[in-house]
Every structure is written in C-alpha cells, then in structure tokens.
C-alpha cells in the first residue's frame, strides 16, 4: 500500500507477518498489522547488537559481538621519575603483541614486553614515553585509523624548558 503526503514524499507501509510482527511490535500493538518502513527498519535496528569485523591480508577475518575497542596509549610514571608507556587491546585488530614488541625494541633501542595488565589483558609495556612512535607505527604501518587509537593527546610536544 502505497501512500502520498504533501506534493512529492511517498510514505510505503509494510504489511506484518506473524513473525516480523512478534520481532517488532512492543507489548499492547497487538492489533497493529502495518507499520512504515522507516519505523519498521528503525524497530529491527533497535533489536541487533552490535558486530565488528577485521580483515587483514592473509588471514581469515576476525568477527566479534559488541562494540570495537579502541587501542588505548597511557603514559605511567615509575619510580625516580622514570616513565614507561602500555599499549593496550592490540589483539583485537590481530596484531602479534610479542611481534609487536620486539619491532618497537630494534626500532627505538630500549627496554619492551608483552605483560598482564590490572584487567587480565596482554598489553606492550615501553620504557619511557613512546606514543608518538607507537602512534606513527599503528598508523603508518599497520593502517590502523586514528580514531580507533585512544590517549594520542599524551604524546610529548617537543618543547623542553
């Protein structure tokens, strides 16, 4: 059933089977037999939980429930003023953490190891305040897209009193 509002919008309506309408309609819409399909495609939107995939070349694809967990970048500071940076949720974008690791320790020349964060997640521990370096990596190498980095804002500026 096709209806016309106003001079030029066209407004489809979507006749309910038994199953789209126990998928769809909320308790007490009982009677409700046709909804529109902006309402009808919003409805089953409602319903569906959120899915991710990453494909990377080589490798069969990752698919996983739930929302997309950004790589998250922290600055620590340790004793006598020593700083050490953690990389965090590598894995979920199929990165190899001990890889990861040991191309971050030729690169730059200093301490790096994959360890178990307060969380129970692997996470890259750097030894001073690396996210510059580990940013341009992720992005430039891995082409990993900067808004699924987070704490990119932590990196040094370069000035120095």
Avoid at 12 to 32: C, F, Q, R, W, Y
Avoid at 71 to 97: A, E, H, M, P, Y
Wanted: charged content about 25%.
């Amino acid at each position: 059933m096709t209806l016309y509002h106003g001079k030029y919008t066209c407004i489809h309506k979507v006749t309910l089977d038994p199953l789209l309408a126990s998928i769809v309609l909320n308790k007490g819409e009982n009677d409700v037999t046709q909804l529109r399909w902006d309402d009808l495609t919003s409805r089953i939107a409602g319903k569906m939980q959120n899915v991710f995939k990453v494909e990377f070349q080589g490798q069969p694809p990752i698919i996983r429930k739930g929302k997309m967990e950004e790589i998250t970048l922290n600055v620590f500071q340790r004793g006598s003023n020593k700083k050490v940076t953690t990389v965090d949720n590598l894995d979920v974008f199929g990165l190899d953490l001990k890889e990861f690791a040991h191309e971050i320790q030729i690169a730059i020349q200093c301490s790096c190891t994959v360890s178990q964060s307060s969380s129970n997640k692997m996470q890259v521990v750097i030894q001073g305040n690396q996210i510059a370096f580990v940013a341009d990596l992720l992005t430039g190498k891995y082409r990993i897209p900067k808004k699924y980095i987070k704490g990119l804002e932590k990196a040094p500026t370069g000035k120095r009193k």
